[in-house]
């Protein structure tokens, strides 16, 4: 919990050695859950650094685990993990440094071009399968993410019926912080409709 704290947070450095930790302890005992959440909260830390293919190949890792083993909530998490930094890279927007976009020019020609895509993609995976458990938590945080995506994309209207749907799920399961957070964008988006 300390390291997913601090990846909640975006205090990196922070998180890793708590997430490693997890991890070199969850392999050795065979935990595979928590080996596949630590692996995802580490994928997020090396992208953090710019290490952007080894990053998203962690994340991605833990999602096909997640699948085969039909542990749908972890799936859910990586598939909002993925969408956020395919959201990321399509915006141009996120923490990388020019020394990291040089290392990765590579990786962002092949990727820039569908990451949009990619990013819609994992993240009405994570609204279907949120939906399938029955998870309104879930749901509402991949709603979120979907409307700041059609947010960026321009797609106002998109953005709006998304980002009222998870405030009506944040206010059900009483997340005021997330609430707080989506009524703000709401906010952002008829004031700019305004202007």
Known sequence: MTGLS???LGEFHSAEAPIKEVLSYSQNIGCDIFVDFARACLGIILISRGDFS?????IEEARQSALKSERKWLCVVAENILGNVYSQIAARTGPASLS????NAGFLMKNIPFAAKRAEDHLKKAIEVSKEMGAPGLLAQSYFNLGLLCKA???????????SAAIKLFEECEAEGFLKQAREEMESLVVSKVE
């Open 6 to 8: 601090y990846v909640r």
């Open 54 to 58: 080894k990053g998203l190949n962690f």
């Open 100 to 103: 990291a976009m040089a290392k």
């Open 153 to 163: 994309k321009k797609k106002i209207e998109n953005a709006k019926e998304y980002i």
